[in-house]
């Protein structure tokens, strides 16, 4: 993992993937139709496959997304990410702790950390860590073992307890973009609002363009 | 992954830990029993674990056995692997490819392969493996979803088609040792055998006793 993908990335509008949720159109459709409404970044995120399953589909991702320079990260897998030289990985709480990720990925990776709770937002500031993604802020049905709905009203407590880049995420539309950013965030996770589109390129550009008219 | 693992291991006693089998004694204690009794390799095996689990188990078995220069092998998980500097990783057939594998680890680690067919048996020929896994040899259930049962003469078979080492697994217990080294088994890995046992020390001795006294 040579290329410093860690100093300028762009979390605007992130993709995590959910296989099942666009297994009609397939991953790699999915991915680059969103990339071209508007996708920042991707995040292949997958619970039920096998090591060489997972390997199979970050490749095929990596080999989209690494022509447009996206960064990709692999949602857990280390070791996915180092093998298809991903621009990084996202971790949960029960996943490889940050520094030891760190370790293994190198310098120029981008790591980014899933909060569920105030206290865990505090502590990344000690950690290595790129981004976090901050949520549910919203009632979700993609991840269902989620901590507690934040709303806007929390999301806004627990950004503002770290000094580093938030993505919202949980259910988030292109109708809360503006709310969202206000709020802090510096751009949106989205999940079904992508996998579950009929068009995720037309989708994806709305998104992108409700970010952006925020941003003026 | 700088030490040379790979060059001097020795597969006579192999544990391949089942960590719902010894939940009553603790896998560190069972590790450690079973070393103590001459166990000459271990295979740390969780299907169920979430990654930090995962680590967590593999950095306390990897406190017990570097100090004894026992190699710890890490099943499926290459990240794990790296992160605990352990000897090398165990891959079934969809886990992650040899090669990916051996760039990840370096030339020094231990990799070793499940193998299901007589055609997998062959095709690892051209892999840069240190050891297969050969079996159900018995009737097993600590592996829900084993391919069929060699048996002694399926074993001979299949074994005979490799040049690398191979080591029965599947239900192996002390009695069964003259029999499958003379059928070509360069070592016995056990799971229930020491994992299910009351006292690990002891059994882990009788099946040592088994291997040594066929080599004379």
């Given at each position: 993992m040579t290329r410093d993908w860690r100093t300028n990335f762009d979390c605007s509008l992130y993709l995590v993937t959910d296989s099942g949720m666009c297994s009609a159109m397939g991953l790699e459709r999915l991915v680059t139709e969103a990339v071209a409404g508007g996708v920042t970044m991707v995040q292949l995120r997958?619970?039920?496959?096998?090591t060489r399953e997972f390997l199979d589909k970050a490749r095929a991702l990596q080999a989209i997304l690494q022509p447009q320079g996206v960064p990709l990260l692999i949602n857990d897998r280390v070791d996915i990410a180092l093998a298809v030289n991903a621009a990084g990985v996202h971790l949960g709480?029960?996943?490889?702790p940050c520094h030891v990720a760190r370790q293994l990925l190198g310098p120029g990776a981008i790591i980014g950390l899933t909060v569920d709770t105030d206290e865990q937002a505090v502590a990344t500031?000690?950690?290595?860590?790129?981004y976090l993604g901050v949520g549910p802020v919203f009632e979700t049905s993609?991840?269902?073992?989620?901590?507690p709905v934040l709303g806007v009203d929390g999301f806004t407590r627990r950004r503002a307890l770290s000094s580093r880049p938030c993505v919202a995420i949980g259910s988030v539309r292109a109708e809360h973009a503006h709310t969202l950013l206000d709020a802090g965030a510096d751009g949106l996770a989205v999940v079904s609002a992508?996998?579950?589109?009929?068009?995720p390129r037309q989708a994806a550009r709305e998104l992108r363009e409700a970010v952006e008219s925020f941003r003026g």
């Open positions: 997958e619970k039920h496959a096998s709480q029960s996943d490889m500031e000690s950690m290595d860590a790129d993609t991840k269902p073992d989620h901590s992508l996998c579950a589109a009929g068009d």
